[in-house]
Every structure is written in structure tokens, then in C-alpha cells.
């Protein structure tokens, strides 16, 4: 997320490079993720993603081990700290909690993956290339972010061994990623960004917000915690909520895709016709 999505920065080409991305010609050059019942609804872009989805196997195993290290330790500690009857009743609260938010994310999204061309997804085809490759970039982390917004439980518990306040972890990532992403638009004046920067000034004028979701931002990597009031973290929710609705909104003006009867015939003739996806075919076949 902190690498920027710039025209000519080494990061950028490389991905491009790897997915064959290309404005001018009709090739399914990118992964849509909409959602299965409702295709018009978007929820992701993979361009932004390809990071995670080129992790090789070993690494992916020995980063999901090492997601693992956090509960384990929060397990250990509740049983150094108090009876091990409270501790397994306690982590059993917090398990059920965690049960109830995958479900509720299963009841209401059915996301499904389709190959698209990045030729056709945007509005205007001459929209200027370093826009168009911030709405693919970032597209995904604040679609992400809002569906959490709506999903992730407001979970709060306090105590003498442990503070967890889920509201409040899910308020830092978001400052991480407005972070990000100011410091990826500050130096651009492309047509797009102009028209955020201005919507943004709008809405928020010279306040102090920006330092306050900084501050909250800071608390992340810097040894020494700056504290927050209640008034003061209130209202960097309420900045962080408008602020991403503002970025979705302007991504989602620029943007067009659908995914009905004249794609699917669309991708079948392409399936049939395209010589590379006839040539990876060709070299799969073999390798079996």
C-alpha cells in the first residue's frame, strides 16, 4: 500500500509488465471481483492486489504461520494471567465473535472473479493513463475498507491484562492507508486528482483533522503513543468515513464495466480466438 502508484516508478512497471496491462488493445488484462448476485456491484480491482496473489506458496504458508503468532501469544498470556476456567471462557467470547463476523460477511457477499479488459473499463478512453492507474490501484484497499466499515464487529474489551477495541485497530489502518494515499496524489495535477484534491478541500477546508488522523496514524511504528481524546478520535472517524466515500464515489464516476450476456460470449470467442490463452492452454496440456 505505501508504494505509490506512479507512471514509471520501478514497482508500478513491474507489475504492468507481469500483467500485460494495455489501454489500447481489447485483452483481459485484469481480474474484476463483483459480486455474484448483483454484478454491477464492485468489489474489487487486481492490479492493487497482484502483490498478494504473486507471494509464492512457501512464503504465503510461513506468512499465514506467522499471522498465527499474535493469538497465540494472546492465549498464553490469559493463561499466565488469570485461571485457565476464565481465560478459555474469555478466548471462547472472543472465538464466537470472530464465528459471527464470518458469517455475516458470508450471508452478504458472493464475490466472484471475472478476466476484464482495462481498454473498456473506464468512461472516457482518453482519461489520462496515471488516473486510471490510480482508480486500479487503490480501488481495492478502499473498497475494503468500507465493506469492513459495515461488517467488522464494534468489539470492546477492557481489563487489567487486556485492551482490545476493534473500532479503534480498524480506525489506524484506515489513517495508514489515507496516508498512503495523500503522499501518492500530492505531487500529481492530472485531471482526476485535481478534482479529488478539490472535493476534499470542500469538504474539509483548513481543519485540524488531517493532523488528527496523522497523530492516530503515527501511533502505529513510533515508540512513544500519542493519545487521543474521545471528542478527538470521533472525529476522525467521522473524517475517515466521508473521506473514503469521496475517493469511492469520484473512482466510481470514472469507471464502467458489465458483466452480462454480451461479455460471456464476448470471453467465449476470446477463449477460442486469443493465441496466447490457446498457447498456455497448449504448454498446460503438456506439462500434465
Not at 68 to 73: A, I, R, T
Not at 111 to 128: G, L
Amino acid at each position: 500500500m505505501k508504494k505509490k502508484a506512479e507512471i514509471g516508478k520501478p514497482h508500478l512497471d513491474s507489475i504492468c509488465k507481469e500483467m500485460r496491462i494495455d489501454f489500447n488493445y481489447f485483452l483481459y488484462d485484469i481480474i474484476l471481483t463483483v459480486d455474484t448476485k448483483d454484478r454491477s456491484k464492485l468489489y474489487s480491482v487486481n492490479l492493487g492486489l497482484w502483490d498478494l496473489e504473486r507471494i509464492e506458496k512457501e512464503k504465503l504458508e510461513l506468512f499465514n504461520s506467522l499471522a498465527g503468532v499474535p493469538e497465540k501469544l494472546i492465549r498464553e498470556l490469559l493463561h499466565d494471567t488469570m485461571s485457565k476456567e476464565i481465560a478459555d471462557d474469555f478466548i471462547k467470547v472472543i472465538d464466537t465473535a470472530c464465528e459471527e463476523f464470518a458469517t455475516a460477511i458470508d450471508s452478504q457477499m458472493s464475490p466472484t472473479k471475472y478476466p476484464y479488459s482495462s481498454a473498456v473499463f473506464f468512461k472516457d478512453t482518453e482519461m489520462n493513463e496515471q488516473d486510471k492507474y490510480i482508480v486500479m490501484y487503490y480501488y481495492s484497499y478502499f473498497s475494503l475498507f468500507a465493506m469492513l466499515d459495515k461488517f467488522v464487529p464494534a468489539l470492546k474489551v477492557e481489563g487489567e491484562v487486556i485492551n482490545i477495541n476493534v473500532p479503534y485497530s480498524m480506525m489506524k489502518l484506515k489513517s495508514m492507508l489515507i496516508g498512503a494515499f495523500g503522499e501518492a496524489i500530492v505531487g500529481l495535477d492530472t485531471p482526476m486528482v485535481k478534482n479529488i484534491k478539490k472535493q476534499i478541500e470542500h469538504c474539509f477546508g483548513k481543519t485540524d483533522v488531517f493532523k488528527l488522523n496523522r497523530r492516530l496514524r503515527n501511533n502505529l511504528h513510533y515508540k512513544e503513543v500519542d493519545k487521543l481524546s474521545v471528542k478527538e478520535l470521533g472525529e476522525i472517524d467521522v473524517f475517515q468515513r466521508k473521506y473514503m466515500e469521496i475517493i469511492l464515489n469520484i473512482f466510481n464516476d470514472n469507471i464502467k464495466f458489465k458483466i452480462g450476456k454480451w461479455y460471456k460470449m464476448i470471453k467465449w470467442i476470446a477463449d477460442h480466438t486469443d493465441a496466447k490463452i490457446l498457447e498456455d492452454k497448449k504448454k498446460n496440456k503438456e506439462k500434465m
